[in-house]
């Protein structure tokens, strides 16, 4: 069984459209995350929620929302996309000491 | 602000070389040390980690990395590479404890020729 894992693994959409990845860990972990990886790799934190609530936020646009149902699910809603938002949006999640992160094999949008 | 800087976009070795990767970070305290590797089309797997104690960690695929604080590096080895080995490493830094947010280096490329 896959630890974390996010769907879909690609999505391609038109600039303007709305879109949602969804992911989902069986680890019993209490803290998820979500990380936008850009066209150089560079790998920036964007949300943290640890048992459904958000604790970390960063400078992220809020046409970006995520969204805890429980905590093994955590799902990103993204509103007007952007050619800039085009990316690898990694899920991940960890037990709350954060001591290892556990990451999904990613989603890559494509925003035309 | 904690930060990583991985100087090597790039590195070729040849299979069998030995490998060193550089990690330079900047923290006000005791940091949480990380090294992860992205097979291509993958998520970040965990290499090692280093927390407190000895300053020579070891980790998974016979790689180990070296906590220096005078240096602020946390560089990672391998004695003898193999051709699997070729992906991207990212170091990382975090604070002590808890779920709080890790930075990542940019990342080094690692190409394996035979």
């Known amino acids: 069984d896959t630890a974390v894992s996010q769907t879909p693994k690609y999505l391609v959409t038109q600039m303007g459209n709305d879109k949602s990845i969804k992911c989902e860990q069986n680890l019993g972990h209490d803290t998820m995350y979500w990380y936008k990886q850009d066209s150089k790799k560079f790998l920036k934190i964007m949300f943290s929620y640890n048992n459904k609530e958000l604790i970390i936020n960063e400078t992220v646009p809020n046409r970006f929302s995520p969204k805890s149902p429980d905590k093994a699910h955590l799902n990103l809603h993204i509103n007007s996309l952007e050619l800039g938002d085009s990316a690898v949006y990694f899920c991940a999640s960890s037990s709350e000491r954060g001591e290892k992160l556990f990451f999904g094999s990613g989603t890559q949008l494509s925003v035309l | 602000a904690q930060s990583v800087t991985q100087p090597d976009i790039h590195i070729t070795v040849s299979e069998g070389a030995s490998l060193e990767l550089r990690c330079n970070y900047s923290?006000?305290?005791?940091?949480?040390l990380f090294w992860y590797v992205q097979s291509p089309g993958q998520g970040l797997q965990l290499l090692l980690k280093y927390f407190s104690g000895d300053t020579l960690v070891q980790g998974i695929k016979g790689f180990e990395a070296e906590f220096k604080r005078s240096q602020s590096s946390f560089n990672l080895r391998k004695p003898s590479v193999h051709w699997s080995d070729a992906a991207e490493y990212f170091c990382?830094?975090?604070?002590?404890?808890?779920?709080?947010?890790?930075?990542f280096g940019t990342g080094t490329k690692l190409q394996v020729i035979p």
């Open positions: 923290y006000g305290a005791t940091p949480y």
């Open positions: 990382a830094v975090g604070p002590s404890g808890g779920y709080q947010k890790v930075t």
